[in-house]
Protein backbone atom coordinates (compact mmCIF):
# COMPACT_ATOMS: atom_id res chain seq x y z
CA UNK A 1 0.00 0.00 0.00
CA UNK A 2 1.82 3.30 -1.16
CA UNK A 3 1.59 5.81 1.73
CA UNK A 4 -0.60 8.56 -0.16
CA UNK A 5 -3.30 6.23 -1.08
CA UNK A 6 -3.79 5.01 2.12
CA UNK A 7 -3.92 8.36 3.28
CA UNK A 8 -6.42 9.15 0.61
CA UNK A 9 -8.29 5.83 1.44
CA UNK A 10 -8.60 6.77 5.56
CA UNK A 11 -9.81 9.99 4.46
CA UNK A 12 -12.27 8.64 2.32
CA UNK A 13 -13.23 6.39 4.67
CA UNK A 14 -13.36 9.45 7.48
CA UNK A 15 -11.29 7.85 9.86
CA UNK A 16 -9.39 10.27 12.41
CA UNK A 17 -7.33 7.90 13.87
CA UNK A 18 -5.08 5.15 11.77
CA UNK A 19 -2.21 3.23 12.96
CA UNK A 20 0.85 2.12 10.86
CA UNK A 21 1.66 -1.21 11.93
CA UNK A 22 3.78 -3.55 9.51
CA UNK A 23 4.42 -6.88 10.61
CA UNK A 24 8.54 -6.84 12.55
CA UNK A 25 9.04 -3.71 10.58
CA UNK A 26 8.70 0.45 10.60
CA UNK A 27 10.29 1.77 7.54
CA UNK A 28 7.29 3.19 6.00
CA UNK A 29 5.70 4.70 8.77
CA UNK A 30 7.63 7.92 8.33
CA UNK A 31 6.56 8.07 4.68
CA UNK A 32 2.79 7.77 5.96
CA UNK A 33 3.10 10.29 8.12
CA UNK A 34 4.38 12.36 5.58
CA UNK A 35 1.56 11.86 3.32
CA UNK A 36 -0.59 12.60 6.32
CA UNK A 37 1.02 15.85 7.23
CA UNK A 38 -1.59 18.96 6.76
CA UNK A 39 -4.55 16.00 6.50
CA UNK A 40 -7.54 15.91 8.93
CA UNK A 41 -6.32 12.60 10.33
CA UNK A 42 -3.63 11.59 12.29
CA UNK A 43 -0.98 8.70 12.43
CA UNK A 44 -0.23 6.98 15.07
CA UNK A 45 3.06 4.79 14.58
CA UNK A 46 3.48 1.54 15.55
CA UNK A 47 4.20 -2.51 14.72
CA UNK A 48 3.30 -5.59 14.75
CA UNK A 49 5.88 -7.78 16.34
CA UNK A 50 5.66 -11.76 16.04
CA UNK A 51 7.13 -12.99 19.66
CA UNK A 52 8.88 -15.77 19.95
CA UNK A 53 5.62 -17.74 21.04
CA UNK A 54 4.23 -16.40 17.37
CA UNK A 55 1.45 -14.19 19.23
CA UNK A 56 0.71 -11.24 16.83
CA UNK A 57 1.13 -7.93 19.62
CA UNK A 58 0.57 -4.59 18.57
CA UNK A 59 2.55 -1.66 19.99
CA UNK A 60 1.54 1.64 19.99
CA UNK A 61 4.16 4.78 20.04
CA UNK A 62 3.44 9.04 20.53
CA UNK A 63 6.51 9.21 18.22
CA UNK A 64 8.44 8.10 15.90
CA UNK A 65 11.77 8.18 18.44
CA UNK A 66 9.92 6.00 20.66
CA UNK A 67 9.01 3.40 17.49
CA UNK A 68 12.30 3.53 16.65
CA UNK A 69 14.25 2.22 19.38
CA UNK A 70 11.70 -0.71 19.05
CA UNK A 71 12.94 -1.25 16.13
CA UNK A 72 16.74 -1.25 16.75
CA UNK A 73 15.49 -3.97 19.64
CA UNK A 74 13.57 -6.30 17.18
CA UNK A 75 16.10 -5.90 14.34
CA UNK A 76 18.78 -7.68 16.90
CA UNK A 77 15.98 -10.58 17.64
CA UNK A 78 14.65 -11.30 14.17
CA UNK A 79 16.45 -13.41 12.23
CA UNK A 80 16.60 -15.15 8.25
CA UNK A 81 16.58 -13.41 4.91
CA UNK A 82 13.04 -12.90 2.90
CA UNK A 83 12.17 -14.87 -0.25
CA UNK A 84 10.29 -12.45 -2.57
CA UNK A 85 9.61 -15.60 -4.71
CA UNK A 86 7.36 -16.64 -1.61
CA UNK A 87 6.38 -14.03 0.69
CA UNK A 88 6.69 -10.96 -2.21
CA UNK A 89 8.84 -7.89 -2.33
CA UNK A 90 9.45 -5.81 0.90
CA UNK A 91 9.57 -2.35 -0.54
CA UNK A 92 9.86 0.83 1.13
CA UNK A 93 8.07 3.45 -0.54
CA UNK A 94 7.52 7.27 0.23
CA UNK A 95 4.66 9.55 0.02
CA UNK A 96 5.67 10.53 -3.31
CA UNK A 97 5.15 6.95 -4.44
CA UNK A 98 9.10 5.97 -5.12
CA UNK A 99 10.70 3.24 -3.83
CA UNK A 100 13.07 3.99 -1.13
CA UNK A 101 14.66 0.64 -0.41
CA UNK A 102 13.97 -3.14 0.11
CA UNK A 103 13.84 -4.71 3.14
CA UNK A 104 15.47 -8.27 3.26
CA UNK A 105 14.68 -9.04 6.54
CA UNK A 106 12.36 -12.31 6.96
CA UNK A 107 9.44 -9.71 8.18
CA UNK A 108 6.93 -12.77 8.56
CA UNK A 109 9.28 -14.72 10.75
CA UNK A 110 9.13 -14.51 14.99
CA UNK A 111 11.70 -12.58 17.02
CA UNK A 112 13.47 -14.59 20.18
CA UNK A 113 11.30 -12.39 22.62
CA UNK A 114 8.84 -13.59 24.65
CA UNK A 115 5.36 -11.88 24.49
CA UNK A 116 7.00 -10.15 28.41
CA UNK A 117 10.05 -9.21 27.20
CA UNK A 118 8.74 -7.06 24.52
CA UNK A 119 5.29 -5.77 26.59
CA UNK A 120 8.40 -4.96 29.14
CA UNK A 121 10.54 -2.97 26.57
CA UNK A 122 6.53 -1.31 25.07
CA UNK A 123 5.86 -0.03 28.41
CA UNK A 124 9.69 0.66 29.42
CA UNK A 125 9.43 3.18 25.37
CA UNK A 126 5.69 4.62 26.85
CA UNK A 127 3.71 2.63 24.31
CA UNK A 128 0.60 0.51 24.43
CA UNK A 129 0.83 -3.45 24.41
CA UNK A 130 -2.38 -5.14 22.58
CA UNK A 131 -2.46 -8.25 21.77
CA UNK A 132 -3.95 -8.56 17.97
CA UNK A 133 -6.96 -10.43 16.67
CA UNK A 134 -7.36 -12.64 19.90
CA UNK A 135 -10.10 -14.33 18.41
CA UNK A 136 -7.99 -15.92 15.45
CA UNK A 137 -7.20 -19.71 15.34
CA UNK A 138 -3.49 -18.83 14.74
CA UNK A 139 -1.11 -15.97 15.50
CA UNK A 140 -3.14 -14.67 18.86
CA UNK A 141 -2.58 -14.90 22.20
CA UNK A 142 -5.25 -17.28 22.76
CA UNK A 143 -4.35 -19.29 19.70
CA UNK A 144 -0.89 -19.60 21.24
CA UNK A 145 -0.73 -19.49 24.91
CA UNK A 146 -3.84 -20.99 25.78
CA UNK A 147 -5.28 -18.28 28.33
CA UNK A 148 -4.46 -14.35 29.25
CA UNK A 149 -2.85 -13.88 32.56
CA UNK A 150 -4.77 -12.16 34.71
CA UNK A 151 -1.09 -10.36 35.33
CA UNK A 152 -0.85 -9.73 31.99
CA UNK A 153 -0.07 -6.05 31.17
CA UNK A 154 -2.07 -5.30 27.88
CA UNK A 155 -3.62 -2.05 27.19
CA UNK A 156 -6.30 -3.80 25.62
CA UNK A 157 -7.36 -6.48 23.43
CA UNK A 158 -8.22 -6.33 19.45
CA UNK A 159 -10.96 -8.19 18.59
CA UNK A 160 -10.57 -9.13 14.58
CA UNK A 161 -13.77 -7.71 11.81
CA UNK A 162 -14.96 -11.05 12.11
CA UNK A 163 -16.09 -11.52 15.57
CA UNK A 164 -16.31 -7.64 16.34
CA UNK A 165 -16.69 -5.95 19.93
CA UNK A 166 -20.39 -6.51 20.64
CA UNK A 167 -19.85 -10.64 19.74
CA UNK A 168 -16.29 -10.42 21.38
CA UNK A 169 -17.79 -9.02 24.87
CA UNK A 170 -20.30 -12.32 24.74
CA UNK A 171 -17.20 -14.64 23.38
CA UNK A 172 -15.16 -13.66 25.85
CA UNK A 173 -17.29 -12.40 28.67
CA UNK A 174 -14.26 -13.69 31.14
CA UNK A 175 -12.02 -10.92 30.38
CA UNK A 176 -14.33 -8.09 30.25
CA UNK A 177 -11.72 -6.37 32.69
CA UNK A 178 -9.66 -4.97 29.47
CA UNK A 179 -10.84 -2.66 26.92
CA UNK A 180 -11.80 -4.04 23.15
CA UNK A 181 -10.61 -2.56 19.91
CA UNK A 182 -11.65 -3.29 16.03
CA UNK A 183 -9.73 -2.92 13.02
CA UNK A 184 -9.53 -3.53 9.43
CA UNK A 185 -6.21 -5.02 9.55
CA UNK A 186 -5.97 -4.07 6.53
CA UNK A 187 -2.67 -5.60 3.60
CA UNK A 188 -4.78 -4.15 1.21
CA UNK A 189 -6.24 -0.12 0.03
CA UNK A 190 -9.83 -1.83 0.00
CA UNK A 191 -10.14 -3.35 2.93
CA UNK A 192 -8.92 0.06 5.03
CA UNK A 193 -11.81 1.51 7.03
CA UNK A 194 -13.95 -2.15 7.16
CA UNK A 195 -13.69 -1.87 10.54
CA UNK A 196 -13.77 0.45 12.78
CA UNK A 197 -13.95 1.26 16.98
CA UNK A 198 -15.39 4.51 17.97
CA UNK A 199 -13.95 6.20 20.84
CA UNK A 200 -14.52 9.26 23.29
CA UNK A 201 -11.94 11.72 22.71
CA UNK A 202 -11.23 15.47 23.20
CA UNK A 203 -9.04 15.51 20.10
CA UNK A 204 -7.71 12.87 18.18
CA UNK A 205 -4.05 11.92 19.78
CA UNK A 206 -1.92 8.76 21.27
CA UNK A 207 -2.32 10.97 24.87
CA UNK A 208 -5.96 11.01 24.20
CA UNK A 209 -6.23 7.35 22.93
CA UNK A 210 -3.97 6.28 25.94
CA UNK A 211 -6.92 7.40 28.47
CA UNK A 212 -9.64 6.19 26.84
CA UNK A 213 -8.11 2.39 26.83
CA UNK A 214 -7.56 3.50 30.81
CA UNK A 215 -11.00 4.98 30.84
CA UNK A 216 -9.86 8.51 32.30
CA UNK A 217 -11.15 11.65 32.18
CA UNK A 218 -14.63 10.95 30.82
CA UNK A 219 -12.72 9.31 27.62
CA UNK A 220 -13.15 5.54 26.77
CA UNK A 221 -14.32 3.08 24.00
CA UNK A 222 -18.03 3.26 22.80
CA UNK A 223 -19.45 -0.20 22.64
Do not use: C
Not at 64 to 78: E, F, N, V
Not at 96 to 111: M, R, W
Not at 171 to 188: E, I, K
Not at 197 to 211: A, C
Amino acid sequence: MHPKALVERALEKKLDIIAISDHNASANVPYVMAAAAGKNIQVIPAMEITTSEEVHLLALFESLSDLAKLQTIIDQHLFGENDENRFGVQAIVNESGEVEGLNNQLLIGATDLSIDEIIETIHQLKGLAIPAHIDRESFSVLSQLGFIDDHAHFDGLEISKLTGIQQGRIQYADLGRYPFLTSSDAHFIKDIGTSTTKILLGEPTFDELKMALSRQNGRHILE
